[in-house]
């Protein structure tokens, strides 16, 4: 059975401090990884990863995808009491258009 | 630009009620989903649509009912509510078959309690 499993299930973390989030999928006919942002609505997303060690920045956000361990991790430097959300992770199957999988998310909580 | 709206924000049910979730996204997007987030579950896939008229079932249809009748709308229909559907509902949509380098676009979800 296809499954992403999201470490640690919940932070909390001082500002300035950084921080990272784990991904770990087992998914057949694996095409993407998905970082999402949920802050009190919906889900926006961060980055989509495809390839191996190739990394993904946006500002103090980045991210790296390890095909061969089936593993992510998204990086959150200097944080801000902004960062505070839940992260969730997603794996795209190739096989279908109905098979994008989440993770049960990291909720993430900054405080001053 | 609206982006996926969603409405209402959050509705209380009694038992055995029924109601409609309204989604429309003004992308002219094919794609379109329905998805439910329970706490510490991440999302679950319930329908989804790849264009007007046609729908598919996902993860977990059961109790639920969805039509395409335009690329717009995508409506979610609870035929009769039970506890176990209580969770927050979001719908999203997106332009291509995959997520391509944009995900999906997410509504600003609902939540539901069934009481």
């Known amino acids: 059975e296809d499954k992403v499993v999201q470490s640690p299930l919940s932070l909390v973390v001082h500002e300035g401090d950084t921080v990272t989030l784990n991904c770990s999928y087992e998914?057949?006919?694996?095409?993407?990884l998905l970082w999402y942002k949920q802050e009190k609505k919906a889900p926006t997303f961060l980055f989509m990863l495809t390839s191996s060690g190739i990394e993904k920045k946006s500002g103090r956000l980045s991210s790296i995808l390890d095909k061969k361990e089936l593993f992510s991790i998204l990086n959150i430097t200097a944080t801000q009491t902004g960062d505070s959300a839940i992260y969730l992770c997603a794996v795209e199957k190739k096989t279908s258009y109905d098979k994008v999988i989440f993770g049960p998310g990291t909720s993430l909580s900054v405080i001053p | 630009n609206a982006g996926v709206t969603q409405t209402p924000k959050f509705r209380i049910l009694k038992i055995g009620q029924s109601m409609t979730l309204q989604c429309t996204q003004d992308?002219?997007?094919?794609?379109m989903y329905w998805y439910r987030q329970d706490p510490g579950m991440g999302l679950k896939l319930i329908y989804y649509s790849v264009g007007a008229g046609i729908t598919d079932k996902g993860e977990v249809p059961n109790g639920y009912n969805v039509s395409r009748s335009t690329t717009e709308d995508f409506p979610l229909r609870l035929e009769l509510a039970a506890p176990s559907q209580t969770s927050v509902y979001f719908c999203?949509?997106?332009?291509?078959?995959?997520?391509?380098?944009?995900?999906?676009?997410f509504g600003s979800g609902t939540r539901l309690t069934v009481v």
């Open positions: 992308m002219n997007h094919n794609y």
């Open positions: 999203a949509s997106s332009y291509s078959i995959y997520t391509a380098n944009y995900g999906y676009t």
């Open positions: 998914v057949t006919n694996f095409r993407s």
